[in-house]
C-alpha cells in the first residue's frame, strides 16, 4: 500500500509533475547536499591537472626531426661545443639527456649511458608529476558520491521513522534523490579523471619511448 500511494501522488500530482519538469539542472545540483562542494573541488582539480599535464607532456614528446641530425654531425666533425649549445637552446627531456651525455664525452660508454639515464629518470618523474593526484581523484570522487548516497537514504529513513503512519512521500523522494545526484556527480568527476589519467599515461609511455630511442641512437653514435 504504501508504493502504491507513493506512485499514486508522483503521478496523479500535476502540479509536482509540472515543477519537476521546471526545474533546471543548477536547482537540482543544489538540491545534492554539501558532499557536492568537494566533488566541484574534485573536478576542478582533475581538468586543471589534466589540461595543464596534457600540453607539458605532448610539448616534452615534440622532436625536432632534424635534431639528431645535427647532432650527429656535430660529434662526427668533433663539435661538441656546438652540439652542447644546441641541447641547451631546447627544452624538452631528451635535449637534457643528449646534453648529459655530451658532456660526459671522453669517459668510458657505461659511465655516459649511466649519466643519460639518471638525467632521463629525472625527466619522467617531472613528466609525471600531478598524475597520482589525478589517480587518486578517480578513486575518491565516486567514493565520495556514494556516502551522500548513503546518507541521504539515511535522511530518507530517518523522516520515515519520524513520520510513523503518517508518511510523506515527498520527503521520502527528496532524501532519495539529493542521493542519487551525489552518486551522479562523483561517478562523472571519477569518470572524467579516469580516462584522463590513462590518457596522459599513454602519452607519457610514448615520450619515454621516444627518450630510450633517442639515446640509444647517441650511444650508438659514440660507439662510431
Known amino acids: 500500500m504504501f508504493y502504491l500511494q ?12 509540472t515543477m519537476e519538469e521546471n526545474t533546471s539542472l543548477l536547482e537540482l545540483v543544489l538540491k545534492g547536499g554539501w558532499l557536492l562542494i568537494p566533488i566541484g573541488i574534485l573536478s576542478v582539480l582533475a581538468i586543471y591537472i589534466f589540461v595543464e599535464r596534457f600540453f607539458t607532456i605532448k610539448k616534452a614528446g615534440t622532436i625536432d626531426p632534424n635534431f639528431m641530425n645535427n647532432i ?39 659511465d655516459i649511458s649511466t649519466a643519460i639515464e639518471n638525467v632521463g629518470k629525472l625527466e619522467v618523474a617531472k613528466l609525471e608529476k600531478g598524475l597520482a593526484s589525478l589517480a587518486t581523484i578517480a578513486g ?6 556514494f556516502l551522500g548516497t548513503v546518507l541521504g537514504m539515511i535522511k530518507a529513513f530517518f523522516n520515515m521513522s519520524k513520520a ?3 508518511i510523506d512521500p515527498g520527503v521520502l523522494a527528496g532524501g532519495i534523490y539529493e542521493a542519487m545526484i551525489t552518486t551522479a556527480a562523483g561517478l562523472a568527476v571519477g569518470i572524467i579523471a579516469y580516462v584522463g589519467y ?3 599515461v599513454s602519452m607519457v609511455d610514448k615520450a619515454i619511448n621516444k627518450m630510450e630511442a633517442i639515446s640509444v641512437e647517441f650511444i650508438d653514435l659514440l660507439h662510431d
Open 6 to 17: 507513493i506512485i499514486d501522488t508522483l503521478t496523479s500530482s500535476t502540479g509536482a509533475i
Open 72 to 110: 650527429r654531425d656535430y660529434v662526427a666533425n668533433e663539435n661538441m661545443m656546438a652540439a652542447e649549445t644546441l641541447c641547451k637552446n631546447s627544452t624538452t627531456p631528451t635535449a637534457k639527456m643528449i646534453e648529459k651525455g655530451i658532456s660526459r664525452v671522453g669517459r668510458p660508454l657505461n
Open 140 to 145: 575518491a570522487a565516486p567514493m565520495i558520491g
Open 164 to 166: 510513523g503512519n503518517n
Open 198 to 200: 590513462n590518457v596522459l
